[in-house]
């Protein structure tokens, strides 16, 4: 592809940059000074609170005789138990998100019949406008399926005939629709970039009526459009697990801050998407698949587990990888003893595992998982256990699936647009007021120096 003269950083602009990072500094001590929460966290992590909700809870920690003590990892949606919500359905025939989603979406598990017409109603709206997939997704592909997918979530607002109307009904059917389109947006994307970008054969399948959002991913993604029951049925349980994870977490903290300027649908959804493109945040997982390609690269007996806790010393110190100094996929930002989403994820990867023929890959992941929580703790000064997270076996279950990595965050978002839907339904509830926080200026005031006498 051409690259054009805008898209080059020339010396000028290195050294402007230079200025505007010079300008742009701020001495940390005086976050300590004035006692503000940098990245709205308390110095041991815990969350600053702004906002109360009724989606979803976290709990990592539980006051026992008045200590805060750190208990095994908690994930309600509605007050349901989350590992609950994966492991007491039915595993042979069931897909469970779309009943996540209604539950999320409406506060109640629905009945057959509810689910029923629900699913209908995503069957209905499983369908993009005409000429959409021509003249949006096939125009100017992006290289990053996450940009490709907000474009199209974006221009989806010139299509719709009352994209402002913020009424409650009005709301719904925008979010529904953005939930059975998401997939086709994001899997029609990955093709468009693979067909100009790659020089691969296009392909583009229409959804099936009466498949689940597991099914129609893999059905639109593959040439052949042929799938396993095991593999449609970790796709769905990888769904229901990143669907939602409280109101805190950075997207879904931006789709209540956007959605309470009174903007469009489409708008905060969009902005939402922004934010779990970056690799801090939905982005997490492909870091980890990186990071076990590079292991596996670098050490040579993968049962050794000596050679193994080496290599995750030298991530540690910054001598590996990315030289990040960091063990992706172990830690997160609340848990600490364990992650319920990993916990319940793992019930089910070995299985696959075994269909797959990925045994040695899956031991090695488990000795990471056993060894790198010892080796951080000795290393590093942690104010709370860590374990491995969800994105430690997310990225290894995709790649198992045979997805594209492209399409990993993609994926992510399919499965989280029903709990930004949920929570900006929540948020439009409150009618009344903008989010608007405040940050304390540190500058100096100046006297106005006139031009001829700068120097």
Known sequence: MTVHS?????????ELAGLVKQASVIEPSLYTEYDVKRGLRDLNGTGV????????????????????????????????????????????SHFGFEECAYLLMFGKLPTKDELKSFCAILSKYRTLPRNFVRDVIMKKPSTDMMNSLARSVLSLYSYDDVPDDTSDGNVLRQCLQLVAMFPLLSVYGYHAYRYYHKKKSLVIH????????????????????????????????AL????????????????????????????????????????????ANIKNVKMFSDLKEHVRDWEDEDEVAAYLKA???????????????IGHAVYSKSDPRAVVFRSFIEQLASEKGYEKEFALYELVARL??????????IYKGVSPNVDFYSGFVYQMLDLPMELYTPIFAIARVAGWSAHRMEELCLHNKIMRPAYMTVAEHRDYIPMDERV
């Open 6 to 14: 805008y898209s080059k950083v020339t010396e000028e602009m290195k």
């Open 49 to 92: 609170l702004v906002g109360i909700t009724n989606v979803s809870e976290i709990n990592a920690f539980r006051m026992i005789d008045g200590v805060k003590t750190p208990i095994d990892g908690e994930l309600f949606y509605r007050g349901y138990n989350v590992m609950d919500i994966v492991r007491k359905q039915d595993r042979a």
């Open 206 to 237: 229409r959804p099936v009526t009466h498949y689940s959002t597991a099914e129609n991913i893999l059905h639109c993604l593959r040439a052949d459009s042929k799938f396993t029951p095991l593999e449609a049925k970790l796709l769905d349980v």
């Open 240 to 283: 229901i697990l990143h669907s939602e994870h409280g109101g805190g977490n950075n997207s879904t903290f931006t789709t209540h801050l956007v959605s309470s300027s009174g903007t469009d649908t489409y708008s905060a959804i969009a902005a939402a998407l922004g934010s779990l493109k970056g690799p801090r945040h939905g982005g």
């Open 315 to 329: 991530l540690l110190h910054g001598e590996a990888f990315d030289h990040a100094g960091l063990i992706y996929g």
């Open 372 to 381: 790198a929580p010892e080796i951080i703790a000795k290393e590093r000064k």
